[in-house]
């Protein structure tokens, strides 16, 4: 998708036809040809499309100007064909929010594919006057396939299914500021998962008849939440320190179908190396475990645009995952700057040890256009190469950073 989480641009190519050196020179010829003056004057015109203010900033009050940026939505992966769409991102404060609130957010993107798929999307970050309360969560409903490899550190590609079902996920969460930059709350989290089958159209027997039944879910559950956030920008920090963490507790007495437990815990670090030109250097940790009767769509997974970019989404799959990862953020230019990141990581299973041989890699570049630069707002454009006990990549696009 187009916004906060991104969109996957899929694999436009075959691995055989895009190698580092067609990368290397897409970006020596991007960044001769923006160093120009009339080059810089066309992004310009190019972002301020992308921009509009919805009232005006109040001389002598606090008021911030309203924004809406909107943006298409474009997308290619095997498994969905061609995409279209767009999407919105609505930045405000509420009423007497003064300067010691940060700017909220709240996205949404639609795609629609030649396949007659549908995809709908919401993550949200609603800060309260003088940030008092936090309201963040998530909503998604999607028609969506997906490539399913099965469960472990070690599933291979010649296992992969084409699996299709109907989706919908709702995650609202409200947290209560404790001391500065600290929040406790909770909320509720619902999944819904149906109408799962078999993309290749042959009869479901055996062994394929019990991957559909475990993809069919529904899950209920309430989740307690705490959120350290001092970062300077929701959307695009360069300074501060970001730690959530959620523990979500789904049973039959909430009407779930599986009794199981979900924790998370995301620490994110943000360095600045260049004040003045806006460098920064991102670090995350990232955890997911679960235990009890986790459905197979709700179980912690790696690859996407967020985590393990490189490898399709939700590639590695099992009750433990483990990521941490890294990037540079270089602001080249008033408007135009160049990310370099790396990451590695792991699924486990519960009686299973970490092993370093089992790790997967990360490692890529991409472009960044920024289009509200009183945000310090991108649109992204990756390109990583995932490797391990196999070789990915994939192209990403999207508004606001992986992370």
Same mark, same amino acid.
């Given at each position: 998708m187009l916004f906060a989480q991104g969109i996957t641009y899929g694999q436009l190519y075959s691995s055989e036809s895009i190698n580092l050196r067609y990368l290397s020179c897409l970006l020596f010829c991007?960044?001769?040809?923006?160093?120009?003056i009339h080059a810089q004057k066309l992004i310009d015109d190019?972002?301020?499309?992308?921009?509009?203010?919805?009232h005006s900033k109040e001389r002598d009050s606090t008021h911030y100007t309203t924004k809406l940026v909107i943006a298409p939505v474009v997308s290619y992966e095997p498994s969905t064909s061609l995409g279209f769409g767009g999407g919105t991102k609505l930045l405000f404060k509420p009423k007497k929010a003064g300067k010691e609130t940060r700017t909220s957010n709240i996205p949404i993107s639609a795609r629609y594919t030649l396949r007659n798929q549908f995809i709908l999307t919401s993550d949200y970050d609603i800060f309260f006057p003088q940030e008092k309360y936090l309201l963040k969560g998530r909503t998604?409903?999607?028609?969506?396939p997906i490539s399913y490899f099965g469960i472990g550190n070690q599933s291979l590609t010649e296992f992969k299914r084409e699996v299709s079902f109907n989706q919908l996920s709702i995650e609202p969460l409200l947290l209560k500021r404790i001391i500065p930059n600290f929040f406790l709350g909770g909320g509720f989290r619902l999944l819904h998962t149906g109408g799962a089958k078999l993309q290749e159209g042959e009869e479901v027997m055996g062994s394929k008849q019990a991957l559909l039944d475990s993809l069919n879910n529904f899950s209920l559950g309430v989740e307690l939440a705490a959120v350290l956030d001092s970062r300077d920008n929701i959307l695009n920090a360069t300074d501060g320190t970001l730690f959530e963490f959620t523990h979500g507790i789904y049973d039959a007495f909430l009407g779930s179908e599986r009794n199981y437990m979900l924790s998370k815990a995301d620490f994110r670090k943000y360095f600045k190396v260049n004040p003045e030109k806006l460098d920064v250097l991102a670090f995350q940790l990232f955890t997911r475990l679960s235990w009890g009767e986790s459905p197979v769509l709700d179980l912690p997974n790696l690859g996407g645009q967020a985590l393990l970019r490189g490898y /399709?989404?939700?590639?590695?799959?099992? /009750?433990?995952a483990y990521f941490t990862q890294v990037e540079y953020r270089w /602001?080249?230019?008033?408007?135009?700057?160049f990310v370099f990141f790396g990451g590695t990581g792991s699924?486990?299973? /519960?009686?299973?040890?970490l092993q370093l041989k089992d790790l997967k890699y990360s490692l890529g570049s991409g472009i960044r256009l920024?289009?509200?630069e009183s945000e310090n707002l991108n649109i992204r454009f990756d390109y990583a190469l995932g490797f391990g006990n196999e070789n990915a990549n994939n192209f990403y696009l999207g508004i606001a950073e992986a992370f």
């Open positions: 991007f960044f001769t040809c923006i160093s120009t190019i972002t301020d499309f992308f921009e509009f203010e919805l998604r409903f999607s028609g969506y /399709q989404e939700g590639r590695f799959r099992d /009750q433990f /602001q080249t230019f008033r408007r135009i700057g699924v486990a299973s /519960q009686n299973e040890t920024k289009i509200v």
